[in-house]
C-alpha cells in the first residue's frame, strides 16, 4: 500500500494551501497529517482525517474523501513553511504507512 | 505535560554496538504503545517498530526486522532502540513516538538522536 504526495507545494502569505495524500481505497482509512519544520521533530496537526491536535491553530483542516486525504492551510504564514507527512495505519497489520512528505513553500 | 526525551547525539564506526534512550514523562508509561522512527538525511519518515511497555509486546517492521532491537523499562518509563552492529546507512535521525492504541497518532514525538556511523 502506498502513500502519494506532492513533492512540493507553493502558496503566497495569505491564501490557502492545500495538500494531498491518496491511496487505493482510502476512504475506508483515517488520516493523520504531522508538520515538520528545518530542523525539529515533526509534530501532529490533524488526526483521524479531521481532528485539530492540541496548540494547532483554527486555520488548520483536513479532509478525507474518496481515494484522497487533503490538509488545508487557510491565511498562509511564513511560519507554516515545513514538511507535511500524512501517516494512515494498515488494516490487519498494525504496521503505519507515511506518505513521502510535502514541502510547503511560502512565496 | 506528556514528554519523550531522547538521548544525545552519538558517533560511532562501523561494526560498533549502540543503545539509544527514550525516557517518557506526564502519563503512565505502562499504558501506551512507544514507536521508532528513522529519518535518514534528507529525506522521509519511516516506521521501525513498536512496543507496549505494559506487557513487552513488540512489533517490528518488515525493514528493520533483525536489524534492531527496541525494548523498554517500566521501571525506569523509558523505552530503547539498539544495534549490535552499525552500518554507515544506519547513519540518521531516529524519533521515538508515543500511541495510545490502534489507529490512532503518534503524539508526541521526541526530539530526536542524531546517529552518525563513520570510519
Known amino acids: 500500500y502506498v502513500l502519494t504526495q506532492p513533492p512540493s507545494v507553493s502558496v503566497a502569505p495569505g491564501k490557502t494551501a492545500r495538500i494531498t495524500c491518496g491511496g487505493n481505497?482510502?476512504?475506508?482509512?483515517?488520516v493523520h497529517w504531522y508538520q515538520q519544520k528545518p530542523g525539529q521533530a515533526p509534530i501532529l496537526v490533524i488526526y483521524y482525517d479531521t481532528d485539530r491536535a492540541s496548540r494547532i491553530p483554527e486555520r488548520f483542516s483536513g479532509y478525507n474523501s474518496g481515494n484522497t486525504a487533503t490538509l488545508i492551510i487557510s491565511r498562509v504564514e511564513a511560519g507554516d513553511e515545513a514538511d507535511y507527512y500524512c501517516q494512515v495505519w494498515n488494516s490487519g497489520s498494525d504496521h503505519p504507512l507515511f506518505g513521502g512528505g510535502t514541502k510547503l513553500t511560502v512565496l | 505535560e506528556v514528554q519523550l526525551v531522547q538521548s544525545g547525539s552519538e558517533v560511532k564506526k562501523p561494526g560498533e554496538s549502540l543503545k539509544i534512550s527514550c525516557e517518557a514523562s506526564g502519563y503512565r508509561f505502562s499504558t501506551y504503545w512507544i514507536g521508532w522512527v528513522r529519518q535518514m538525511p534528507g529525506k522521509g519518515l519511516e516506521w521501525m517498530g513498536i512496543i507496549y511497555p505494559g506487557d513487552s509486546d513488540i512489533r517490528y517492521s518488515p525493514s528493520f526486522q533483525g536489524q534492531v532491537t527496541i525494548s523498554a523499562d517500566k521501571s525506569i518509563n523509558t523505552a530503547y532502540l539498539q544495534w549490535s552492529s552499525l552500518k554507515a546507512s544506519d547513519s540518521a535521525m531516529y524519533y521515538c513516538v508515543r500511541r495510545s492504541a490502534t489507529s490512532d497518532p503518534f503524539d508526541p514525538w521526541g526530539q530526536g538522536t542524531l546517529v552518525t556511523v563513520s570510519s
Open positions: 481505497n482510502f476512504g475506508s482509512r483515517s
